[in-house]
């Protein structure tokens, strides 16, 4: 007996996942400001700060530089997977909806 092809659910399309995208934007969003006004140093100082939670100039790690980047895309990836995932499939029901581009 043949066994059954498993196949796609349905055509690959490209989707923009919002939940860990808000997360990024949240940790990015002090580091653009430095680079908009031209202080490259800063902004690369913030951008550390954010995701590593280590001050570069003064050497110390605070757990409250993670609040601004990596607790929030954490977040966004934890939504991500089980919002739009297996427990409640919300990204399916967007997708059988018809909404084009949006996943969460």
Same mark, same amino acid.
């Given at each position: 007996?043949?066994?059954?092809?498993?196949?796609?659910?349905?055509?690959?399309?490209f989707t923009l996942p919002l939940a860990p995208i808000a997360g990024l934007i949240a940790g990015l969003a002090?580091?653009?400001?430095?680079?908009?006004?031209?202080? =490259? !140093?800063? &902004?690369? @100082?913030?951008?550390?700060? +954010? /995701?590593?939670? =280590? !001050?570069? &100039?003064? @050497?110390?790690?605070?757990? +409250? /530089?993670?609040?601004?980047?990596?607790?929030?895309?954490?977040?966004?990836?934890?939504?991500?997977?089980?919002?739009?995932?297996?427990?409640?499939?919300?990204?399916?029901?967007?997708?059988?909806?018809?909404?084009?581009?949006?996943?969460?």
């Amino acid at each position: 007996m043949a066994r059954k092809k498993r196949g796609r659910r349905g055509s690959r399309q490209f989707t923009l996942p919002l939940a860990p995208i808000a997360g990024l934007i949240a940790g990015l969003a002090r580091p653009a400001g430095f680079l908009m006004s031209g202080s =490259y !140093d800063r &902004a690369f @100082k913030a951008l550390t700060q +954010n /995701y590593t939670g =280590y !001050d570069i &100039a003064s @050497k110390k790690w605070d757990f +409250n /530089y993670l609040k601004e980047g990596l607790l929030p895309l954490v977040l966004g990836g934890l939504v991500h997977k089980y919002v739009g995932g297996a427990p409640l499939n919300i990204n399916r029901m967007l997708a059988n909806a018809g909404v084009p581009v949006v996943r969460i």
